[in-house]
């Protein structure tokens, strides 16, 4: 009887904790409107139309756009899929992208990136796959420290750019991480920098990473579990472990179970512990190393699942720094 009265109310939490979000999102987003407003002389005209544009479509409500502009994006809200939503964005956005994304060091991919690169010298990992390699970042990283780097990469915009960016011409596909078009264990280790949090079917990529991938897997991503206050965090778990998370997320999103913003475009909510029991099934070892730039002096048992806004997943087939047995 108290086990059932403390799963109600763990469900009425979810929901009220659910509908809150979506009111702050409303009121982040009119913020955020205003942001623009201020700073749109430092970028292109044409790429603050369209990420206005997309967070009207899909975060904002009815009086905060005009009303041709809203019946015109509200169309194509309804008319075109989610990866054609993120692609224009990607398109609309590649001028800015390395500015917004790339500048800092202690970026949390760039940090998984000093990581994998540690990793992978430390256990003899020489051949990569960079899946949703965006502008070339990660293939740069590494070629530039002496390994072999290929990426796939949707949006051909992106690519043009990775290729002014200095990756050579033909280490770069155009592909989905849904269909790698490599052969199995093709790479000694596949990695992704904050992509899955923006596809539908994260387990399908993943899937495709433990197949062409040798000996290992680097998920570099987000976690909602270590984001937001501590009552936050707690009420996420706790709807995640009572199989009530998709159901949360469905009413805060009304029914499209993502959100778009003008630093990150669409987004959908993910954590890199989604993926491991997948991965756990599939891989010796897993490893986790919190990325985030919260202070590292946060002291918790559940440390990074509830502390580090990101997290990077090393997941290895092979025990690492084990020699394999002989076959003779």
Not at 191 to 198: A, R
Not at 202 to 211: F, N, Q, S, Y
Not at 230 to 238: D, E
Not at 272 to 280: E, G, I, P, R
Request: charged share 25%; net charge positive.
């Amino acid at each position: 009887m108290m086990a059932g009265q403390a799963l109600k109310q763990t469900v009425n939490i979810g929901v009220h904790y659910a509908r809150s979000v979506h009111t702050a999102m409303i009121a982040l987003s009119d913020e955020r409107l205003r942001m623009c407003a201020r700073t749109r002389s430092q970028r292109s005209h044409e790429v603050y139309k369209t990420r206005l544009a997309l967070a009207g479509s899909l975060c904002l409500g009815p009086n905060n756009l005009q009303s041709g502009t809203r019946k015109s994006v509200m169309r194509i809200a309804m008319t075109e899929s989610a990866e054609t939503l993120q692609a224009r964005y990607y398109e609309q956005s590649v001028l800015s992208y390395d500015s917004m994304h790339n500048a800092s060091e202690d970026h949390e991919h760039n940090l998984a990136l000093q990581y994998i690169e540690m990793i992978s010298n430390a256990f003899g990992l020489r051949t990569f796959l960079d899946v949703g390699a965006g502008t070339g970042r990660g293939i740069c990283f590494l070629r530039d420290r002496g390994k072999e780097v290929r990426g796939i990469e949707p949006v051909a915009a992106m690519i043009e750019k990775a290729e002014l960016n200095g990756v050579p011409k033909g280490l770069l596909l155009r592909g989905s991480g849904y269909e790698l078009p490599f052969e199995d264990e093709a790479f000694d280790a596949v990695f992704e920098c904050g992509v899955l949090h923006h596809v539908a079917e994260p387990g399908r990529v993943v899937g495709e990473m433990v197949r062409v991938a040798k000996r290992a897997v680097f998920l570099s991503d987000s976690n909602r579990f270590g984001q937001g206050r501590q009552l936050a965090r707690l009420t996420k778990i706790a709807l995640y472990k009572c199989g009530l998370w998709r159901a949360s997320r469905y009413l805060q999103t009304k029914g499209k179970m993502y959100t778009i913003s003008d630093g990150d475009g669409l987004a959908y909510s993910y954590s890199v512990f989604d993926s491991y029991d997948q991965l756990a099934t599939r891989m010796q070892r897993i490893w986790l190393l919190p990325t985030g730039a919260e202070p590292l002096n946060r002291r918790s048992w559940v440390h990074p699942l509830l502390t580090s806004t990101h997290v990077l997943l090393c997941a290895f087939k092979d025990t690492p720094g084990r020699s394999k047995p002989s076959t003779h």
